[in-house]
């Protein structure tokens, strides 16, 4: 646009030198020359204005803070503007500090080195892409640069979605997804930057930094209001095919490879219109895991039931949700039943949002997460808003493991959007 602008005074300074030889000399010829650059420039205007990416691109703001909108179908992501043409993107990182009271082996997630009482790393950096097929039709990606062992660095391709919204009733992705169990799967990307604590909830976590959850799957997910007048209900419905592959918590390096068979979730939620806010809800999964036992590939039936009761306005944030995760091995009468739970609360005083979390999950011994067993405990710390790209959040974290010494630590994170 700034050559438009050249040119556009160019043509502008002519026509009034144009005037004033006319009025001066009367000249024709001289004026007859001047009307053709003119004419001219009018052309390579037109040319310039018809090469392709001479467009203007614009980004919107995504929240620094999750909203009562962030949920499938109304999530950060879809906060993404789609322009006619082109690709539009953002991107989020971070850099972190951890510290921890003993050398007991963990596992190292994100960079952090099991074993080692402290040490920096980047975690995740993580670019959205979005592209605008039609009105109703687009298409979004996430693709994340994870740092591992020693400082080195792998590619995930965490969502590809081809996405159809028909109307507020129906919108419709196929491809790699976040299974929509619970609110915070669905409402928080792998970028840290919009979620207020430094890291997700022990159950919550992706399988592939240690949680429990079957958190990603490819195939199909349905979603849209259901008329419900002021009650706000929506409706989800997920079928496709997972294989989680989850590394044990205890440092031994050994990764269960759940080979799960193609899963089904779907679920309800409510956004009351009287409250603002306010969104409750609920989910059923399942699906059928493996088990290597005495050299047996033992199936299980795996069901997880999820409630929750989010907040999100005033300044307030305040995320509970419980899960109880039920296995059921076959030709067995043995069945294992193991909640967990959190709860978070937060309040925003201008650029300053201290929170409180507690956590709890209780494993059974002869499980796939014997590594995990009974583990709960309190995090608590303050995320500073530096500005709309800008954070520092600090969090102090308690954990009591069943069998353990109880593990303290400290993380220190600068996370940024752009």
């Known amino acids: 646009m700034g050559r438009l602008h050249e ?111 402290a040490n920096f790393y980047t975690g995740d950096f993580d670019l959205f892409l979005t592209s605008k097929i039609n009105d109703r039709t687009s298409v979004l990606a996430e693709v994340v640069f994870g740092e591992g062992d020693a400082q080195s660095f792998d590619v995930d391709l965490e969502l590809m979605l081809l996405k159809y919204n028909h109307n507020d009733h129906l919108k419709m992705s196929f491809g790699r997804y976040h299974t929509g169990i619970g609110y915070y799967n669905r409402g928080f990307q792998s970028g840290r930057w ?78 009351p219109e009287g409250v603002p806010g306010l969104e409750i809800g609920g989910s059923f999964y399942h699906d059928k895991i493996s088990r290597l036992e005495s050299g047996a590939d033992i199936r299980i039936g795996q069901s997880i039931v999820n409630g929750y009761v989010v907040y999100v306005g005033h300044g307030v944030e305040f995320l509970n949700e419980g899960f109880l995760i039920r296995h059921s091995p076959e030709h067995s009468e043995l069945v294992f039943n193991m909640p967990a739970f959190y709860s978070q609360i937060s309040r925003k005083f201008g650029s300053l949002r201290p929170f409180f979390r507690y956590q709890y999950v209780n494993a059974n011994v002869d499980t796939l997460f014997e590594d995990v067993l009974l583990r709960h405990g309190p995090s608590f710390g303050v995320r500073y808003d530096f500005n709309g790209n800008l954070a520092f959040k600090t969090q102090l974290d308690h954990t009591f493991r069943k069998g353990q010494a109880d593990l303290n630590g400290l993380q220190m994170q600068l996370a940024v959007t752009f």
């Open 194 to 271: 919009s979620q207020t604590a430094a890291d997700r909830p022990m159950v919550m976590e992706f399988a592939n930094d240690g949680g429990l959850l079957p958190t990603q799957a490819i195939g199909i997910s349905v979603t849209g209001l259901v008329p419900s007048g002021k009650l706000g209900l929506n409706y989800l419905f997920e079928y496709g095919s997972g294989d989680t592959i989850r590394p044990e918590l205890d440092g031994s390096g050994i990764t269960d490879d759940e080979n799960n068979g193609n899963q089904i979730n779907f679920g309800f939620f409510a956004r």
């Open 7 to 117: 040119v556009t005074a160019v043509i502008l300074a002519l026509s009034g030198l144009c005037s004033a030889q006319n009025a001066a000399r009367g000249e024709q010829e001289t004026i007859r020359l001047l009307a053709q650059q003119v004419k001219e420039l009018q052309e390579k205007v037109a040319a310039l204005e018809a090469r392709p990416g001479n467009t203007v691109t614009t980004f919107a703001e995504v929240p620094s803070q999750p909203s009562a909108e962030t949920t499938e179908g109304t999530s950060p992501r879809d906060l993404l503007p789609h322009e006619p043409e082109g690709i539009q993107w953002r991107g989020f990182a971070e850099v972190n500090y951890k510290v921890v009271s003993q050398r007991e082996p963990e596992l190292g997630t994100f960079g952090f080195v099991p074993g080692s009482t």
